[in-house]
């Protein structure tokens, strides 16, 4: 669990797990709009997406033209 603290006055509000909250502070009254982060997932980035092509390349380059020039 994670803990949930006022952005204004680091005031601690609660701890949990959260998608949306918006709690008011009742120390300074700032109210707070809190949002969960989704990690990146891998099969998204394009530097693994370039890898993993080029290992499942099973093409042989013998017989191949040369280009021209």
Known sequence: ???I??????RKLGEG???TLVIKC???GTLNHLRATRPISAC???SDYGETRA???NHSLAGR????G
């Not at 603290?5 to 680091?10: M, Y």
């Open 17 to 19: 797990e959260y998608i």
């Open 55 to 57: 290992s499942k390349s």
């Open 5 to 10: 603290r006022c952005g204004s006055c680091s």
């Open 44 to 46: 998204h980035r394009a």
């Open 65 to 68: 033209k040369t280009p021209p």
């Open 26 to 28: 009742p120390r300074c």
């Open 1 to 3: 669990m994670s803990e």
